[in-house]
């Protein structure tokens, strides 16, 4: 599968919103990540619908919405209606939802349909859901803040989601977020992943467009 790189807005310059869009645009991201917090499921606060939907006038690229939140099936509809193309909750309990269900309801609203994991959770979590879903998200940090290292046992999790894609029609994307710079986008890619999610790496560099580059390998 192609390697797709989606910048992280979260580690964007929020008082130039709309240039930061553009300018990851024109260097070459293939989507937008978006990272929904509510100061619940994890310790900190970023963002909502409003952002999102402002975020939507401003670029036809992709707006991934990864839901870091207690009931994510409550706030679907807000972040359905504010343009997300593709939206990402969370398989663990503390999430207060019901997984399938709101799975489903993504489903029904023609939007691609995402679930996730956090490092201490096990892959069998998500095993009973893989042929309902269009995207894997493996977190190689903890979720909640920018700028940690990466988790390089979580590749255990990227070769087991590969080895299921291989066996079941090769198209479930594989995305990987959290400590993700050029070495550890080979790892991830090598072991399977192809969606890259990157923040600082992108947003804190001179130049976007190489900073994307180098997260595809050249």
């Avoid at 293939?30 to 999102?52: E, K, R, T």
């Avoid at 979590?125 to 988790?151: E, K």
Wanted: aromatic letters at 6%.
């Amino acid at each position: 599968m192609l390697t797709l790189v989606a910048p992280s807005i979260l580690a964007a310059d929020f008082s130039h919103l709309e240039a930061e869009i553009h300018r990851a645009e024109e260097a070459g991201a293939d989507w937008l990540h978006l990272d929904i917090m509510d100061g619940h499921f994890v310790d900190n606060i970023s963002f909502g619908p409003a952002v999102v939907a402002t975020v939507r006038k401003h670029t036809p690229l992709p707006l991934d919405v990864h839901l870091m939140i207690e009931h994510a099936d409550h706030y679907l509809p807000r972040f359905l209606e504010a343009g997300a193309n593709s939206i990402t909750v969370h398989v663990e309990p503390e999430a207060k939802h019901d997984v399938p269900k709101t799975l489903a309801t993504i489903r029904a609203a023609g939007c691609g349909v995402g679930l996730t994991l956090n490092p201490a959770t096990p892959f069998e979590a998500v095993a009973p859901y893989l042929s309902t879903i269009d995207l894997l998200l493996i977190m190689t940090v903890h979720p909640g803040f920018g700028g940690q290292a990466f988790r390089t046992e979580m590749m255990e999790k990227v070769r087991r989601a590969k080895q299921w894609r291989d066996a079941n029609g090769g198209k479930l994307h594989i995305e990987v977020d959290g400590g993700i710079k050029p070495e550890t986008a080979q790892v991830s890619i090598e072991n399977g992943a192809n969606i890259l999610v990157a923040g600082t790496s992108i947003f804190r560099a001179d130049d976007y467009a190489a900073a994307i580059r180098d997260l595809r390998g050249g």
